[in-house]
């Protein structure tokens, strides 16, 4: 009867060192597919069209889009669902292009960031920068009539 007792814990004992080296490889192989860097190409194609985009062989490109948020020196813009973030610096040219601001017709009135509000309608001509950042260059305020 000893033998018995013994063979059956031998067994019992045998199955739980089973499932638990079962649970531990599978958590090991679980933390190492996380640790799986992103695709080195896909890296790498990032960051040749980043540096395409920064050249100066390719001209200000242009956004439209409504207001979303602004934090900072920093304009959110959404139109059907997207978003971009803007960079405003200190040489970002801004105007009011809508017709009746008090300027003469077609002549654009010039405004600061703060003039700026949420819900307004822009075109922003913007430059993509070495380091990813998207900086805006010239930003208009059109009526939303312009809505495309």
């Known amino acids: 009867m000893n033998k018995i007792i013994t063979v059956s814990l031998l067994t019992i004992l045998a199955l739980v060192i089973f499932f638990a080296g079962m649970g531990l490889g599978v958590l090991y192989k679980t933390q190492q597919d996380a640790a799986v860097p992103v695709n080195s190409r896909s890296t790498d194609k990032m960051v040749s069209a980043v540096k395409a985009l920064s050249s100066k062989l390719i001209p200000p490109t242009i956004a439209f889009g409504q207001v979303s948020k602004i934090e900072g020196r920093n304009i959110v813009l959404s139109f059907n669902g997207e978003s971009i973030i803007f960079e405003v610096n200190d040489n970002t040219q801004i105007f009011d292009a809508s017709p009746g601001n008090g300027n ?16 307004d309608y822009l075109n922003v001509a913007f430059k993509v920068l070495s380091d990813g950042t998207i900086e805006a260059q010239s930003i208009y305020v059109v009526p939303p009539s312009v809505k495309i």
């Open 104 to 119: 003469a017709a077609g002549t654009p009135k010039p405004l600061i960031l703060t003039d700026i509000k949420k819900g």
